[in-house]
């Protein structure tokens, strides 16, 4: 089945710096990769996505890119606010009926200021 | 976006009893629902795919006997976890995909279950 990695387990930046994460995932035929925003007892939060047919796509301060061949992604947050320290967790998934999304192990960020 | 709604929140319980942890998406018929379960400080592990009508698949290393799952309507995933140890506390959560096109994933709140 699916396996992703994902690194680094914890990652810690001045406010105003960028922040970079990385996921490889294992199963070619994941077509659907979503990064995920998880704050202490609350459900994860979807903050970027990105399809197989895309290599970039961005919103704002955060963006994803995907390399199909190599099978890695990446989220890239730029100008990190103390706001943005949480845990995140990218994810992989085959888009097909019954199926799930499967998480790398996640990164917790810290954004001091 | 879709909703998810999980319930309890949370709960505590004792040892050797039961708890059922309701999964409902409230505006999309989900034929499939996922349970996770999430260590403290760890990442969201799949324990099993429930299937409306069907029996559960589970993941390995999940005893089906264990964490029984009903998916008896479209909108209505239930997980009892049965005789509950402390090594069950935990925290639960369930995930839907609507379909349809939509390829988002809706998560429920949660359940925080803590057996004492």
């Known amino acids: 089945g699916e396996n992703v990695e994902q690194h680094p387990s914890t990652l810690s930046v001045q406010e105003g710096d960028s922040a970079v994460i990385k996921c490889t995932y294992s199963d070619s035929a994941s077509n659907y990769f979503p990064w995920y925003k998880q704050e202490l007892g609350k459900r994860p939060q979807l903050i970027i996505d990105i399809r197989s047919n895309v290599g970039e796509k961005k919103d704002q301060r955060i963006a994803v890119t995907l390399n199909k061949t190599a099978k890695h992604f990446s989220l890239h947050i730029t100008e990190t606010q103390p706001e943005d320290s949480a845990v995140y967790f990218c994810a992989a998934w085959i888009d097909q009926a019954g199926t799930a999304l499967i998480f790398g192990k996640g990164t917790t960020l810290s954004v001091s200021s | 976006g879709a909703v998810v709604s999980q319930h309890p929140s949370r709960v505590i319980c004792k040892s050797g009893t039961s708890v059922k942890i309701e999964c409902r998406s409230l505006?999309?018929?989900?034929?499939?629902m996922f349970w996770y379960r999430q260590f403290p400080k760890q990442s969201l592990m799949l324990m099993a795919t429930s299937n409306e009508g069907s029996k559960a698949t589970y993941e390995q290393g999940v005893e089906k006997d264990k964490f029984l799952i009903n998916h008896a309507s479209l909108t209505l995933s239930t997980l009892t976890v049965t005789s509950a140890h402390p090594e069950d506390s935990s925290f639960y959560i369930c995930?839907?995909?609507?379909?349809?096109?939509?390829?988002?994933?809706?998560f429920g709140q949660g359940t925080r279950l803590t057996v004492v």
């Open positions: 995930s839907a995909h609507p379909g349809a096109g939509v390829t988002e994933a809706f």
């Open positions: 505006d999309f018929q989900a034929t499939t």
